[in-house]
Nanobody
């Protein structure tokens, strides 16, 4: 089993920055794909950014150029650096993983953290 724990959420003004962390533990050797997802009130959960075991990253159009996902294998941690935050980025952010490759849809993830709330004020 794999456990994922997110941290780093909080309240920030528009234009500010936050860095989210996702610490993985357990049977992590098989995890190939990690991703950050978010869910705003009344909306479906959506992909924000994903990263492969080899470090290839992909981003949702809404965050391209503002967010950066990275992976530290030694620390078993995935990060999401969020810059130039906007009020519409307000959501609960979840870390997720799967042992499959090139799977980004939320339905394809096998492991989920409990989420961390990001609130961006205008």
């Amino acid at each position: 089993q794999v456990q994922l724990v997110e941290s780093g959420g909080g309240l920030v003004q528009a234009g500010g920055s936050l860095r989210l962390s996702c610490a993985a533990s357990g049977s992590i050797v098989s995890i190939n794909t990690m991703g950050w997802y978010r869910q705003a009130p009344g909306k479906e959960r959506e992909l924000v950014a994903g990263i492969s075991r080899g470090g290839s990253a992909m981003y949702a159009d809404a965050v391209k150029g503002r967010f950066t996902i990275s992976r530290d294998g030694a620390k078993n941690t995935v990060y999401l650096q969020m810059n130039s935050l906007k009020p519409e980025d307000t959501a609960v952010y979840y870390c997720a993983g799967t042992n499959r490759v090139r799977i980004w849809a939320p339905s394809g993830m096998d492991y989920w953290g409990k989420g961390t709330l990001v609130t961006v004020s205008s």
